[in-house]
């Protein structure tokens, strides 16, 4: 008995030593002052379309960059010294179409997403390898791909097909997820029509479907993706309809559309600036019937507590085409204000006022008599975090980030009648003990980092300038890091110029 209780206490102290030998990742340790984030390099791609998505790839300790400048292709970049950044390559994409829109690597693997030269065509992923730059593999998926991911486990591929239609809306391709698995390959394309029955229930909640002919499976535009710790499950944004669908990546099917409801103005700590041409910018004024629609663009996800929680950049988006154009300023003699829901149309039609406010023409007129009885606008200058299981929000940043940009000095007035400071892009990451949130602004030309730690509960730590419309925001945690800790890196589509942020340890 003495031996056998020898034996397992042997093992008990062995199973102990390798419990204690496990490490934390890197970026659990080392702690950063997250107000102190500065520039350390800037790199410029070229002029507009320059640089607006990008990768990084620790194997090569380089980052891949989107260049949509004079010719498509990917620039590359080493930043094995952040400080001294320098772009020391590119691969050439003029053979496999048209735009590349999104990058994405893992394990040496760079995934492409490239749209067709014919827009509406059926658009490629192209594999390349990170260190040798050669294609290991071309891959067919749906009509304009514009955001690729792998799965954390790096076994699969997803591309948000977002399936535009063309200028004179007579060809409008089906919206997409295109599944691909990187053992062999293969790819499975998945569209939405097993929910157009549930259309007149999720309408009721703020899903829109409103293009030319309101054809459900055309009408739905997938933008961006996320992906759950597990690598089961995606959560994807279907921006123009005001939307998340949640998918089952093993199984290839969509599991369920989440609508997001709207954003009311008219409450306290939602207040805007709607107009341009006030000679002030002011957020006091509370607007009844007026309200923001959601419809984000980059989605990001942090598991809290067993819950996923997704986090969303309410960008707003319109359909804007010769065919088919949504959009009238509230201020238009074309655009009647119902007398009874707006008994001071007049004045709020003026450009001091609502008169600049650009808003959509397909919600509004509940009675169908033709004038409007509330007034919708696009995106709702927030970003926002809703529970992944009941689709409910718990949390939006309200008006906090058009005031955090007017402190800055960055808000940019000629864009309050529209999205104001545009929230485009997310990124979340992990720095020492916090969680935190990048959130990229378009139209401020800043990006804002919020403590995440608990998701029902962001607290703001400090908005930094950027380049010309950011448009992609990537976190580098410190365990994958160059120089072992976090970096963040912004990319901006007007000026073509990536710029590479460090914070100081603490």
Not at 69 to 79: A, M, R
């Amino acid at each position: 008995m003495r031996i056998v209780l020898v034996i397992v206490s042997c093992l008990v102290l062995v199973a102990c030593k390798k419990q204690e030998t496990v490490q934390e990742p890197l970026e659990y340790k080392v702690n950063e002052d997250l107000t102190s984030y500065q520039e350390v390099s800037s790199i410029s791609l070229g002029g507009a379309g320059a640089a607006e998505i990008t990768a990084y790839d620790a194997i090569t300790r380089q980052l891949f960059a989107v260049n949509n400048g004079s010719v498509n292709k990917i620039d590359i970049i080493d930043v094995s010294n952040p400080a001294t950044a320098a772009r020391v390559n590119s691969i050439s994409l003029s053979a496999y179409g048209g735009y590349v829109n999104s990058v994405d690597i893992y394990n040496g693997r760079l995934a492409a997403a490239i749209e067709s030269v014919d827009k509406q065509g059926n658009g490629k992923v192209v594999i390349f390898n990170t260190s040798t730059l050669t294609e290991v593999k071309v891959i067919q998926v749906g009509a304009l791909p514009d955001m690729v991911t792998y799965t954390k486990d790096g076994q699969y591929i997803l591309t948000a097909n977002e399936g535009e239609p063309n200028d004179a809306y007579t060809v409008d391709p089906d919206g997409s997820i295109s599944i691909i698995k990187v053992s062999d390959y293969s790819v499975r394309t998945i569209n939405f029509s097993a929910f157009e029955a549930q259309l007149s229930t999720l309408a009721t909640k703020g899903f829109r479907i409103y293009g030319i002919g309101k054809n459900f499976t055309k009408d739905i535009e997938p933008e961006y993706i996320t992906i759950s710790d597990d690598s089961k499950t995606a959560w994807v944004t279907l921006q123009e309809n005001n939307a998340i669908a949640e998918v089952d990546i093993i199984g290839g099917t969509v599991k369920k559309i989440m609508p997001l409801g709207f954003k009311n103005y008219g409450t306290a700590g939602n207040e805007i600036d709607p107009s341009d041409r006030d000679s002030k910018i002011e957020f006091s004024t509370l607007y009844n019937k007026v309200f923001g629609m959601y419809l984000p663009d980059a989605i990001s996800q942090y598991t809290y507590n067993g819950i996923p929680y997704l986090f969303t950049a309410n960008e707003g988006d319109s359909r804007e085409y010769a065919g088919f154009n949504e959009m009238r300023r509230v201020g238009s003699s074309s655009h009647v204000l119902d007398p009874t829901a707006f008994p001071n149309a007049a004045i709020l039609k003026t450009d001091a006022q609502l008169g600049r406010l650009n808003t959509t023409t397909t919600l509004g007129d509940t009675d169908g008599d033709g004038d409007f009885d509330a007034i919708y606008s696009l995106g709702s200058r927030s970003f926002s975090v809703w529970n992944a299981v009941t689709g409910e929000q718990v949390y939006d940043s309200k008006n906090e980030l058009d005031r955090k940009a007017l402190a800055l000095q960055v808000y940019d007035d000629g864009r309050s009648d529209d999205k104001a400071v545009e929230p485009e892009a997310i990124a979340i990451g992990r720095v020492g003990s916090k969680q935190i949130a990048i959130v990229g602004l378009e139209r401020a030309d800043a990006f804002a980092i919020y403590d995440i730690t608990n998701p029902a509960s962001p607290q703001f730590i400090k908005m930094f300038k950027t380049g010309d419309a950011p448009e992609g925001v990537l976190f580098i945690p410190a365990s994958k890091s160059p120089i072992q800790q976090s970096l963040i890196v912004v990319s901006s589509e007007n000026d073509g110029v990536i710029k590479i942020y460090k914070a100081n340890k603490i």
